[in-house]
């Protein structure tokens, strides 16, 4: 069943037009991968779907998105509300400078939790499903900058679950991080699609095709072809994508 | 020796004697009137109303006026200059119109203080009719500084990383919200740093002072801030030149106090400002 449908998306940055008629259908608790090359449009595609994008001056954006029976770009849509449904991990790790527990209190904080009891539970479970429990567990109160990237983004992600969204959007990841930290946060997403729709744009091939259930390919702006991962990656029905996952340009 | 390391030495040499051109007058002009004022300094000094036409007696209402008419300034002008400096970091769409203000805001700066003595008295003392009172002063100052506080202020929000913001909002936390709790905090230090150097202009200005709130001689303490009040730049000005027979230690007194009344709202900021730090680190 999808959980995002995009019908015919255009987007524009003044006159650069960045998504030329992206039609997608994300499915629920499936991984898709967005591949592509920079600057194809997959980062920009990625935050049109919780409308980070809206940040920038100058972007219009044409064309239907909805999240389930919710539209994502009408005029009264709530995005704070939208935001909630839809999580965001980061491609830096991004914690803020406070301490481990307050980082993953501060989306249910704002959303009005206050009952302290409430919120540990909350942090604990976060944490527990981000895998970090274990190792900061005596250290709650210490700072979220003293822990290794690795750990922070565990902790980015913590943070977001914390919000108990339907959907995770992830921008590249584990770019910053060193290999063994990346196996985590890969073998984290497989655990983690059981319960979430789970977007990812990434550089890595591999990556995709480890922990991916779908793949999109991106090119200057259009979506040249998504399908099951396998397929993309053994038979894909454009040339272009051939080209771009046997490693012959990008 | 090689060109190169000539090179070296000279531009380390020039480089040293440009930072003792600046340090050594500062620190001579502090050792000089720590020098000729201490012997002034007593409980008595600080404490007492001036006696025979202040050439007597101590500077208390002076002391009391210049604390009143600087918290005042700092009341009036750190929410303004914060609000300010977040419309236009965080709020107003960046264009033709904000590119304006801060061109104006800088401008506002380098107007002479004097000019804001005038403005203060034509706006707040006389078409206002609040008079020539300390909120009438601390009004004035409050233009005086603002430029500053807004500078200041701005600078520290655009310091903060933009990823703290976009955590913040993709977290479903409405803007306000990020700004309040994740802006704001780490933006403080930054903040205070302005609050600083608004405080020390602030205590230091004689000219706007002398049109909106000195009194020259009123041996009390100001009643409310619609009083009139003696304040320690400017009763230091009349004391060195309107009035005859002025013992010199009671100036050089007078200028060590003020001293070390800035010296003291410096320490308070930065005590702050350290606690901000520290609480962005933890």
Same mark, same amino acid.
């Given at each position: 069943?999808?959980?995002i449908?995009?019908d015919d998306?255009?987007l524009?940055y003044?006159d650069?037009?960045?998504l030329k008629n @992206?039609s997608?259908?994300i499915?629920?608790?499936?991984?898709?991968?967005?591949?592509?090359?920079?600057?194809?449009?997959?980062?920009t595609f990625?935050?049109?779907?919780n409308r980070?994008?809206?940040?920038i001056s100058g972007?219009? @954006?044409t064309g239907?998105?909805k999240?389930?029976?919710?539209? @994502?770009?009408?005029?009264?849509?709530?995005v704070?509300s939208?935001r909630?449904?839809?999580?965001?991990? !980061?491609?830096?790790?991004?914690?803020?400078?406070?301490?481990?527990?307050?980082?993953?209190?501060?989306?249910p904080?704002?959303?009005?939790i206050k009952n302290?009891?409430q919120?540990?539970s909350?942090?604990?479970?976060?944490?527990k499903k981000a895998?970090?429990?274990?190792?900061v567990?005596d250290?709650?109160?210490?700072?979220?900058?003293?822990l290794?990237?690795?750990q922070?983004?565990?902790?980015c992600?913590?943070r977001?679950?914390?919000?108990?969204p339907e959907?995770l959007?992830m921008?590249e990841?584990?770019s910053?991080?060193?290999p063994?930290?990346?196996?985590?946060?890969e073998?984290?997403i497989?655990?983690l699609?059981?319960?979430?729709t789970i977007? @990812?744009?990434?550089?890595?091939?591999q990556?995709a095709?480890?922990?991916?259930?779908?793949?999109?390919f !991106?090119?200057?702006?259009?979506l040249?072809?998504a399908?099951?991962?396998q397929k993309i990656?053994?038979?894909p029905?454009d040339?272009r994508?051939?080209?771009?996952v046997?490693?012959?340009?990008? | 020796m090689?060109?190169?390391q000539l090179?070296?030495k000279?531009?380390?040499s020039?480089l040293?004697v440009?930072?003792?051109?600046?340090?050594?007058?500062t620190?001579?002009?502090?050792?000089?009137?720590?020098?000729?004022?201490?012997? *002034?300094?007593?409980?008595?000094?600080i404490?007492?109303?001036?006696?025979?036409?202040?050439r007597?007696?101590?500077?208390?209402p002076?002391?009391?006026?210049?604390i009143?008419l600087?918290?005042?300034t700092?009341?009036?002008?750190l929410p303004l200059g914060i609000?300010?400096a977040?419309?236009?970091?965080?709020?107003a769409?960046?264009g033709k119109?904000?590119?304006?203000?801060r061109?104006?805001?800088?401008n506002l700066a380098g +107007?002479?203080?004097?000019?804001?003595g005038?403005?203060?008295?034509?706006l707040?003392?006389?078409?206002l009719?609040?008079? *020539?009172?300390?909120l $009438?002063?601390?009004? *004035?100052l $409050?233009?005086?500084?603002?430029p500053?506080v807004?500078t $200041?202020?701005e600078?520290?929000?655009?310091?903060v990383p933009q990823?703290?913001?976009e955590?913040?909002l993709?977290?479903?936390?409405?803007k306000w919200q990020?700004?309040?709790k994740?802006?704001?905090?780490h933006a403080?230090?930054?903040?205070? *740093?302005?609050?600083?150097l608004?405080?020390?202009?602030?205590?230091?200005?004689?000219?706007?002072?002398l049109?909106?709130v000195?009194?020259?001689?009123l041996?009390?303490?100001?009643?409310?801030v619609?009083?009139?009040a003696m304040?320690?730049?400017?009763h230091?000005?009349?004391?060195?030149?309107? +009035?005859?027979?002025?013992?010199q230690e009671?100036?050089?007194?007078?200028a060590l106090?003020?001293l070390?009344?800035?010296s003291?709202f410096?320490?308070?900021?930065t +005590?702050?400002?350290?606690?901000?730090?520290m609480a962005?680190?933890?």
């Amino acid at each position: 069943m999808a959980k995002i449908s995009v019908d015919d998306l255009n987007l524009f940055y003044g006159d650069f037009q960045a998504l030329k008629n @992206i039609s997608l259908n994300i499915e629920e608790k499936k991984v898709t991968a967005l591949i592509g090359p920079s600057g194809c449009g997959k980062s920009t595609f990625l935050r049109t779907l919780n409308r980070m994008n809206d940040l920038i001056s100058g972007v219009k @954006i044409t064309g239907d998105l909805k999240l389930e029976e919710q539209e @994502i770009y009408q005029k009264d849509v709530d995005v704070v509300s939208l935001r909630r449904r839809v999580g965001m991990v !980061f491609q830096k790790p991004n914690p803020f400078p406070k301490s481990i527990y307050e980082n993953v209190a501060y989306g249910p904080r704002r959303y009005g939790i206050k009952n302290k009891l409430q919120l540990d539970s909350i942090v604990e479970k976060s944490l527990k499903k981000a895998a970090l429990w274990d190792e900061v567990k005596d250290r709650l109160n210490k700072s979220a900058l003293g822990l290794s990237g690795g750990q922070q983004q565990r902790l980015c992600i913590a943070r977001a679950l914390a919000m108990e969204p339907e959907v995770l959007l992830m921008d590249e990841p584990t770019s910053a991080l060193d290999p063994i930290a990346t196996a985590k946060i890969e073998e984290l997403i497989v655990e983690l699609k059981n319960e979430y729709t789970i977007v @990812i744009v990434t550089h890595s091939m591999q990556q995709a095709a480890r922990i991916s259930d779908e793949t999109a390919f !991106f090119l200057m702006g259009e979506l040249v072809e998504a399908d099951k991962t396998q397929k993309i990656f053994t038979t894909p029905r454009d040339q272009r994508t051939e080209d771009y996952v046997t490693g012959r340009f990008g | 020796m090689n060109k190169k390391q000539l090179e070296e030495k000279i531009a380390f040499s020039v480089l040293t004697v440009t930072m003792l051109l600046v340090v050594v007058p500062t620190l001579l002009i502090i050792g000089y009137i720590i020098f000729k004022g201490i012997g *002034t300094i007593n409980w008595e000094f600080i404490s007492a109303m001036p006696r025979k036409g202040m050439r007597e007696g101590g500077i208390f209402p002076a002391i009391v006026g210049t604390i009143y008419l600087v918290l005042g300034t700092i009341i009036l002008a750190l929410p303004l200059g914060i609000g300010s400096a977040i419309y236009l970091t965080e709020y107003a769409k960046q264009g033709k119109i904000t590119r304006l203000i801060r061109l104006a805001i800088m401008n506002l700066a380098g +107007v002479p203080s004097v000019v804001y003595g005038l403005f203060g008295l034509g706006l707040f003392v006389l078409f206002l009719q609040i008079g *020539t009172s300390i909120l $009438a002063g601390a009004l *004035t100052l $409050a233009c005086l500084i603002l430029p500053v506080v807004i500078t $200041a202020s701005e600078e520290a929000l655009k310091s903060v990383p933009q990823s703290y913001r976009e955590a913040s909002l993709a977290l479903g936390a409405t803007k306000w919200q990020t700004i309040q709790k994740v802006v704001i905090p780490h933006a403080m230090p930054g903040i205070i *740093t302005g609050a600083i150097l608004g405080i020390g202009r602030a205590a230091g200005e004689t000219a706007p002072i002398l049109l909106t709130v000195a009194a020259f001689f009123l041996p009390r303490l100001p009643k409310s801030v619609f009083d009139q009040a003696m304040v320690l730049p400017y009763h230091l000005y009349i004391i060195s030149t309107q +009035v005859p027979n002025m013992p010199q230690e009671i100036q050089y007194g007078t200028a060590l106090v003020l001293l070390g009344l800035v010296s003291i709202f410096f320490m308070i900021a930065t +005590v702050i400002r350290i606690k901000f730090k520290m609480a962005n680190r933890a």
